[in-house]
Structure formats: structure tokens, C-alpha cells
């Protein structure tokens, strides 16, 4: 019988491809999230470990504790150290004259090789006010060699008082790579310099040094420890210290490998129904050719085993297929990621879990998704081959059960379901929606054929060609459910995905705007200074600005002990900015923040006290606010205590990227930090940016599946086209020409297609919305938001596609001629 199994797997190769191509995808997708976690691990190392990458040990705090100056003595008078590196790293707030950076300011080592980064241009620090300046920072903020540079360690823009240090810029360096320093401007200076900026209980926090000639290692950490009277475990050679510092950045938790698994999982479960829906075809068509093996002596196992071998061999070859090109092609989005200088230290690590998962996962998979189709090579006795078997229905044992399981699931889990969204729990709602979806696939072959035949009726006017392709998929009706169940998981999810993002980038706008009063605020903390006029003009003529208003301080409320500042807007500026009614002052009574409760509260200005009338806002990020119309504002000497304020309109239409760099051209116009710089459009932003990228991460992931499925489409009508080659033949013969045989094959794959993708939008749109009122109703209100546009989109991607997926089985189907195809077995 293995001689059966490989002749069949010679001669009929091109009915394995399919299954080849399902199997290698679902593959490549698992070995390479194991790639990612083990690269992204070896790149963390790569990047965090740059810091101290030139020494032969480090040492660390034991404890919350840093490292004093008396434990960097003991380390300068061990004599097994030949040079080392006390690091002190500072956060400061910088002042270049046009902004305020957070950042670090870090001492520069006396050893050379211990510095961690390359000069690029200019010098190192030579004077105590002397900095050099790593290059993003340089870039983004128009830095140069000799531009000046005052450090401040706490706050910005003056908020407290504390050690101030004026300095030169004297080079650029290369940037960090460390995850932990990116986006901070990285300053180096003089040991003498950091001091002046650092409190008293500072101290270092780390140590790194290199090792005289023929010491050891062992040796010199065990004397070392001994000498600061700490743990060996914290003198760590460069090597173990960033594998520390990772498992400390993770958690020791994968969760990027755990979400990218359960899409790996269902890629596979989309394989496996392929795989099982081919082999059940392949058996099918074989069924004459197994009987007559029967027939001449061959038993049961002999039968099932052949087509267990046939699984094995073919799920062994794609497997391995599917592991080079899962290697390939992390080594090739890696070669792209080093060519960006920023990305250096992208590094490639293939674990053997990898190479092992893939292979094993890979071949099981088919293995066992063959075993029903084999089992089922076997269960017709050899004289009654010839007798179709039944497909699961109503009238047989296995529909009734398959029903009654699958009704089960769907009113338990879809009760569930509904339960966890009416509770805004997840926990609930997670299981109890996995379980109805079960449900439905298992119920799927009792509707889905009567659904294709349904949407078969459009058809008709498509003449013989429409009525012979409505008639043709659901001739064999468990082979027309598994290829649209294949399918139909893939849309349920992107357009679940979909409608999920929808509903929450709405349910968070409608909290941010009950949060902002207006689209972007910006103020001043701690330096009570007034924002100049030019300051103000500069802000309003910035391109996406439609208004800009500098709030009057008019005094200070006092409302159950509680002092709040009170501002004064004109009738106009708050009908242009306030979109609530409720939120604008008028007549002699005042604004205050939402949550506030008072009908009256002691208004302080100047010298004179008197009680007004209250009102609440709509808001809760809102100060007090008065009329103009009726309060006079403050003079200029009595508004030391109160932060001036500005109110900014801007452009609905600007995008995510362009709201951003807004924010920043705000924050250097008006002279504050840009965590200053606050609002609803930004919080929508970054919302939305952040939605924005996680839908198009899973729906490029989904998209494996989804094309995984089209394949079994495709593979579905090649069978079908070679099981009816005689009656392709037959109908070509009696007038049949060659567009109508493909327009027939079209139509056939567009129906599948197109009701498996109508079915998974309802049910993605059902499951997204209870999925997001389920995570998002214990904090906001959720309203139910369809994007129409996306799913119309994803129905009209998944019929073309299956359009697309008929073309090489028609174009064969119409290649053969009706004499060679009537004279075929």
C-alpha cells in the first residue's frame, strides 16, 4: 500500500498543491511568531545591552538603593580592575530658546572605551559647560555645535525651583537604540556638570569596568561582592545583564507571541478544514479505485493507512516548506529594518522551537484532518461504493447530532454572549461567544447550501450558464459548507475587527468630549507669566488653527474649600469654541467643572469678594469660567497666582500625523512643554492612531486565513472540474462555448464566496459591537457603530477574490477539448 500511496502522490501531484500551499502558509505564520518573540528578545538585547556593551562586568544597585560614591572607591581600589565607569543619568528638562526637552543628561566616562556611542561631529565635553547631543534630538530640534543649552532637573518651563546649568553644545552623538531612552533627548556631560545638577542622594546606577589581564571573571565578581558587601547575582557580565533587563521590560510574559499565536491557531484551523475538505474530495473521486484495492485483497487499514501516508508526506514537505519561508522572510524584513539606521540593532534568532513547532504542528495538522476523509474511504463495504454516501442532514444520525450540538452552542453561548455585554464583562463574553460561533460552524451545513441555492436564484438571468452554477455548488453540499466555512472564519473576524475599532474610536470620542470643553488647551505650570500677544499671533497662524483665544483671569472661586481659577471669555469666542450650550457662561453666573455642586460660590477679585450664582459644565477638564460681558478681567499684577490659558479651534479634517506635529508647533510657539498641551482632538489622535494600527495589524494577519480559505476555494472547483470533466465535455459538445463554461465556474466560486462573506459580516458585525460594549460599557456609554463602507468593501475584496480563485480551474475546464474530455475515465 505505500507503493499505492506514492504513486498517487506522483501522478496526481497537482491535487496536492492546494493542500501544500494551505498547510505551508499556516506554518510560515506559526514559525514566524516564534521568530518574532526570539528576535524581538535578541534585538532588546542588542539595543539595551549598548550602554555597558565594552565591559567585562556591571555591577547594579542591590535594592532601590543606588550606588554611592564610596561603593565607586571600592570598585577604583580593587586590584583587579583595570578601568571602569560610574553612570549617573539625570532627568532634566532642557532649554534650547525655542522648546523645552525631557531628557537625560548622562556623565561622560574618563575610560574611552566604556563610552557607549559614537561621536559623529564635533567634540567631547572638555569644560564643565560643555554637552554633546545625540543626533535625533539634534535633527528634530535644529541643534548645532556651539547653539546653547540650560538644564534644569525638575520640572519645566520654571515649574520649581532647583539647580540650573547653562551649557555649550560641543558635538553630536549617535542615538540610543535602548526602548527605554528612545524618544528623550540625550544629553552628555562632564562628571562635575551632572554633579551640579544631581541631589545629594543621587548616586550612580551602575557601574561598568573592564578586568586587568588574567583575571577571571568568577574571581573578580566573588571579590568584588565581598569588597561592596552586596550579592554576586548583582555583578553581571554585559551578556547577563541585558537578558536581565528584558525579562524585567517583559514581565516575563510574552504577550506580543500569546496574541500572535491565536492568529497563528486560526490560520491553522482554516488549513485544516482545506486540508480535510481536499482529501475528502480526493477520496471521493477515488472511491471506485479504493474498492476495487478492497476488491483484491487489501483490508480496511490497508485502505486508510495509504491515505494516512499520503496526509504524512505531503504535511511533512509543506511543513518544511513553510519553515524556510517563514526564515526567509523574517531575514528579509530584518535586512530592511537594518538599513534604517535607527533599526542597527534588528537582529535575526530562529529558536529550534521554531523549526520543531512548525514541522510537528504542520504534519499532525494534516494528518489528522485526513483521518475523517480516510475513515471514510473505509466505511462503505467494496460492492457498494458505487452508492453515494449522505452529507450530514436532517435525515441522518449525524446531521441530527451535529444540529442538536450546534443549537445547543449557539442559544448558550449567543445567551452568554449577550449577557456579557449587558454587564460589560469580557470574561463572560469571550468564552460564551467562541462557543456560539462553534455552534454555528457545526450547525453550518444545515443552512449554508440552502443559502447558496437562495442566492443561486440571481443567477437566472445569466442564462444556462447562471442556472448550471447555481445547480453545481450545492451539488455536493458538505463540500460547498467546508469551503465556505474556510471562508466565512476569516471575514466573521476582519469584519469583527472592524466593527469592534468602529465602536470604540466612537465610544472614546463620546468620553473625550465629556472630558474637553475645547479642541486643544494649552497653559503655562508654575511660571504664572502671561502669554505674550505675539506668542498668541504666532499660535493662530498656524496652518489647521481656525481660532485661538487667550482666556482673561478674572479672579479665584472658593466652593467648599476649594480655591479653583476663574477665567473670562467673550459671548462670541465661547459661541466659536464651546460646542455645548451649557458649557458657555452668561449673565452674572459662572461655569464650574462638572462634578462640582453649588448654585453659588465666593468670587475673589482683586480686593473685592462677591457671591454669584453657579452653574455646572458638561466637562470635568474645565476651569471656572465667566462672561466678559459682564466681569472684568484682572489687571496684569494681579494674576500671579493664576496660569494663563489658551483656548484653540482647529480643523476637524486634519489627520493623526498632522494633529500631532500641530501639537509640537503649538507647544514651541507658545514656549511650554507639549505635555502642556492638551485636548480632545489629540486624545482622539492618538485614539485613533493607535486603533487605527492595531486594525490594520490584525486584519494583515487575518488576511492569511482569508487567503488560506480562497485557496480551498480555488482547490474546491479544480476538483470540481476534474470529477466533471465528462460533463463539461458533454455540455461543450451540445453548445456550450468556452466563455459560457467559465462564466459558469465564476459564477460557482462568486456564490460561495459571496454568501460566506455576506454571513461572516453579519455575524462580525453582532460579535464586534457585544465584544466592544462588553470591554468598554463599565467606564462609557458604547453605541453600536457599523463602518459600511469596510464590510462593503471586505464582501466586495471576497467575491472578487473567489472570482479571481476560479480563473486557472476555468481556464483548464475550457482548454480541454469535449472529444478528449468525453474519451477520459
Known amino acids: ?96 530658546g525655542t522648546a523645552t526637552l525631557q531628557g537625560t543628561l548622562r556623565n ?28 535625533a534630538t539634534a535633527d528634530h530640534q535644529k541643534l548645532s555645535v556651539g547653539q546653547s543649552v540650560s538644564f534644569k532637573t525638575n520640572g519645566s518651563s520654571g515649574s520649581l525651583p532647583g539647580p540650573t546649568l547653562t551649557t555649550t553644545i560641543s558635538g553630536i552623538t549617535a542615538s540610543a537604540t535602548d ?35 588574567g583575571v577571571s571573571l568568577d574571581a573578580a565578581r566573588s571579590s568584588l561582592a565581598a569588597s561592596l558587601g552586596q550579592p554576586a547575582g548583582t555583578i553581571l557580565t554585559p551578556e547577563e545583564k541585558t537578558t536581565a533587563q528584558v525579562s524585567m521590560l517583559t514581565g516575563g510574559q510574552d504577550q506580543l507571541t500569546i496574541v500572535l499565536l491565536a492568529f497563528a491557531a486560526v490560520a491553522l484551523l482554516v488549513s485544516a478544514l482545506v486540508v480535510s475538505n481536499t482529501f475528502s474530495v480526493l477520496v471521493a473521486q477515488r ?80 494528518v489528522l484532518a485526513a483521518l475523517v476523509p480516510a475513515r471514510a474511504a473505509t466505511a462503505v463495504a467494496p460492492l457498494a461504493a458505487l452508492r453515494p454516501a449522505d452529507d450530514a442532514s436532517l435525515h441522518n444520525t449525524g446531521g441530527r447530532v451535529r444540529l442538536a450540538i450546534g443549537v445547543v ?24 461567544g467562541a462557543a456560539s460561533f462553534v455552534g454555528f460552524l457545526m ?104 481660532k485661538t483665544v487667550l482666556l482673561k483671569p478674572v479672579g479665584t472661586a472658593t466652593v467648599g474649600g476649594q480655591i479653583i481659577p476663574v477665567y473670562g471669555i467673550s459671548d462670541a469666542d465661547a459661541g466659536a469654541l464651546l460646542v455645548n450650550p451649557a458649557n458657555r457662561p452668561a449673565g452674572n453666573a459662572v461655569v464650574l467643572p462638572r462634578g462640582i455642586k453649588a448654585t ?34 484682572l489687571a496684569s499684577d494681579e494674576t500671579a497666582s493664576i496660569a494663563p490659558q489658551v483656548w484653540i479651534a482647529v480643523d476637524p479634517g486634519l489627520s493623526t500625523q498632522t494633529m500631532m506635529d500641530l501639537r509640537s508647533n503649538i507647544a514651541t510657539s507658545l514656549g511650554v512643554s507639549e505635555f502642556m498641551v492638551s485636548g480632545a482632538v489629540l486624545e482622539k489622535a492618538m485614539f485613533s492612531q493607535v486603533i487605527d494600527m492595531m486594525l490594520l495589524i490584525v486584519t494583515g494577519l487575518l488576511a492569511v486565513a482569508v487567503f488560506i480559505a480562497l485557496i480551498g476555494v480555488a482547490n474546491t472547483l479544480s476538483l470540481s472540474v476534474l470529477e466533471r470533466t465528462r460533463e463539461n465535455s458533454l455540455l461543450r459538445a451540445l453548445g456550450l462555448t468556452r466563455g459560457q463554461l467559465r462564466g459558469m465556474l465564476a459564477l460557482e466560486a462568486v456564490l460561495i464566496a459571496g454568501v460566506a462573506a455576506l454571513i461572516g459580516s453579519v455575524l462580525g458585525v453582532v460579535y464586534g459591537w457585544l465584544g466592544a460594549q462588553s470591554a468598554l460599557g463599565g467606564f462609557t456609554a458604547v453605541t453600536a457603530t457599523i463602518p459600511w463602507g469596510q464590510i462593503l468593501m471586505v464582501v466586495g475584496v471576497a467575491a472578487v477574490a473567489g472570482l479571481l480563485a476560479s480563473v486557472i480551474p476555468a481556464r483548464r475546464a475550457a482548454r480541454l477539448s469535449p472529444v478528449e474530455g468525453l474519451a477520459m475515465d
Open 1 to 96: 500500500m505505500l507503493q499505492v500511496a506514492f504513486s498517487q502522490l506522483k501522478t496526481h501531484s497537482r491535487r496536492f498543491i492546494a493542500i501544500t500551499l494551505a498547510v505551508l502558509l499556516a506554518v510560515a505564520f506559526l514559525s514566524a511568531t516564534l521568530m518574532v518573540n526570539a528576535s524581538t528578545k535578541a534585538s532588546l538585547v542588542a539595543s539595551m545591552g549598548e550602554s555597558y556593551a565594552g565591559a567585562d562586568l556591571v555591577i547594579s544597585p542591590p535594592g532601590e538603593t543606588p550606588l554611592t560614591g564610596g561603593d565607586v572607591k571600592k570598585v577604583a581600589a580593587s586590584p583587579d580592575v583595570a578601568g571602569f565607569y560610574a553612570q549617573r543619568s539625570l532627568y532634566v528638562a532642557a532649554e534650547t
Open 108 to 135: 561622560m566616562p574618563t575610560v574611552a572605551s566604556l563610552e557607549p556611542f559614537k561621536l559623529l561631529s564635533g567634540s567631547w565635553p572638555s569644560s564643565d559647560a560643555q554637552v554633546t547631543v545625540d543626533q
Open 179 to 213: 526602548p527605554l531612552a528612545s524618544g528623550q533627548a540625550q544629553f552628555v556631560g562632564t562628571d562635575a556638570a551632572s554633579a551640579a545638577l544631581a541631589s545629594p542622594d543621587s548616586g550612580f546606577g551602575l557601574i561598568s569596568l573592564t578586568l586587568k589581564d
Open 287 to 366: 472511491t471506485r479505485e479504493l474498492a476495487l484495492l478492497r476488491c483484491v485483497g487489501a483490508s480496511r487499514s490497508q485502505v486508510r493507512n495509504s491515505v494516512i501516508v499520503e496526509a504524512l508526506v505531503v504535511g511533512f514537505i509543506a511543513s518544511v516548506l513553510g519553515v524556510l519561508s517563514a526564515t526567509g522572510i523574517m531575514a528579509a524584513i530584518l535586512a530592511i529594518l537594518r538599513s534604517n539606521p535607527d533599526f542597527a540593532y534588528a537582529t535575526l534568532a530562529v529558536p529550534p522551537s521554531a523549526i520543531i513547532a512548525g514541522i510537528l504542528v504542520g504534519t499532525l495538522l494534516t
Open 409 to 432: 452552542l449557539i442559544l448558550a453561548g449567543g445567551a452568554g454572549l449577550v449577557y456579557g455585554g449587558l454587564s460589560a464583562s469580557l470574561f463572560v463574553a469571550l468564552p460564551a
Open 443 to 546: 450547525a453550518a451545513s444545515l443552512f449554508i447550501p440552502k443559502l447558496v441555492s437562495l442566492a443561486g436564484k440571481l443567477a437566472s438571468p445569466a442564462g444556462v450558464p447562471g442556472k448550471m452554477a447555481a445547480a453545481n455548488a450545492v451539488r455536493n453540499p458538505r463540500r460547498t459548507t467546508a469551503t465556505a466555512s474556510a471562508l466565512l472564519i476569516g471575514v466573521t473576524l476582519v469584519t469583527m475587527m472592524m466593527t469592534g475599532a468602529a465602536t470604540a474610536r466612537n465610544a472614546f470620542d463620546t468620553q473625550l468630549d465629556g472630558h474637553y470643553p475645547v479642541d486643544i488647551t494649552a497653559q503655562k505650570m508654575g511660571d504664572n507669566s502671561p502669554f505674550t500677544p505675539q506668542q498668541v499671533a504666532t499660535t493662530a497662524a498656524l496652518p489647521g488653527v481656525k
Open 600 to 633: 453659588s460660590v465666593e468670587l475673589a477679585a482683586g480686593s473685592q469678594t462677591t457671591t454669584v450664582a453657579a452653574t455646572a459644565a458638561t466637562t470635568d477638564s474645565f476651569d471656572a469660567l465667566v462672561s466678559l460681558s459682564t466681569f472684568t478681567p
